[in-house]
């Protein structure tokens, strides 16, 4: 697809692209996302967030499109009524959770608007809560908590693990799951039809707005799924050499005001 032309809808990631490392907004990008209105382009989120940890979003941003939770497993509308939502197949939860576990990894489990987490003080669950703005559930096991997963979540300090898994659970399982890095530290599986690729297609059909017209920003590697439905992909200074190579132009860091400079020089002028 060439980038050049119209964009009449952006596509931004939250974490690591729109907010900043200390998951805020700021200022300029708040006012990157009322100039997009202004100038009649639309704008849209996706995350691997739950619904509930993007709602304090809506506000602010003046959301009015489809918000896609969990890559994509369940979209919403700014008011949370469900739209679409894509989980797991229930046969599946205990056997991807084994292997996830093989490499070490801790996994978490996503299940309508609650999350699940064997140990409320284990790796990375304090920075979690704080991110989604609500504290995670207690499980024991996986019992009982098989049906309607929207996602889960493999979680280590092991970089190497987690990359290692990832290439496991899509050897072994991706006829009947996604599953990509959202961070270092997470590996996301969710339904098939739950990637940010298959969000970026939604948005189109939804609102008659072909791939060409649609611009995507992001920094990580599950971002490059979305990259390629879109005419103009932007990745983040952040994001790794691997992801800005997938996109077609790259923006400063979200420590630099990545976003907002995305807009002001890449989007809005083909507005």
């Not at 119209?6 to 692209?17: E, M, N, P, S």
């Not at 098989?146 to 092991?158: C, E, I, M, P, R």
């Amino acid at each position: 697809m060439t980038d050049t032309g119209t964009i009449r809808l952006l596509l931004a990631d939250v974490d690591g692209t729109l907010v900043t490392p200390d998951k805020e907004l700021t200022d300029r990008a708040i006012n990157a996302v009322h100039k997009l209105r202004d100038a009649g382009i639309l704008f849209a989120i996706t995350s691997g967030r739950p619904p509930r940890g993007m709602a304090m979003l809506i506000e602010p941003l003046g959301l009015t499109t489809p918000i896609a939770a969990f890559n994509g497993g369940l979209l919403v509308n700014p008011d949370m009524s469900v739209v679409e939502q894509h989980v797991l197949p229930e046969g599946l939860v205990v056997p991807v959770s084994d292997l996830v576990g093989s490499f070490g990894l801790v996994t978490w489990i996503y299940r309508g608007p609650d999350w699940y987490v064997p140990d409320p003080n284990g790796y990375r669950v304090a920075p979690e809560s704080r991110t989604v703005r609500f504290e995670p559930k207690v499980m024991v096991s996986l019992d009982g908590l098989t049906s309607d997963v929207a996602k889960l979540v493999g979680v280590s300090g092991d970089f190497d693990a987690v990359a290692r898994a990832t290439t496991a659970v899509h050897d072994q399982f991706g006829d009947h799951v996604a599953a990509s890095r959202s961070q270092p530290y997470y590996l996301d599986v969710t339904h098939p039809n739950a990637n940010k690729g298959a969000v970026a297609r939604y948005l189109s059909a939804r609102f008659q707005i072909p791939p060409e017209e649609i611009a995507t920003i992001g920094d990580a590697a599950n971002d490059v799924l979305m990259f390629a439905h879109s005419g103009l992909s932007i990745a983040m200074g952040n994001a790794s050499l691997e992801v800005q190579r997938a996109a077609r132009r790259v923006t400063t860091a979200n420590t630099d005001e990545g976003f907002a400079n995305a807009v002001e020089r890449f989007v809005l002028p083909r507005g």
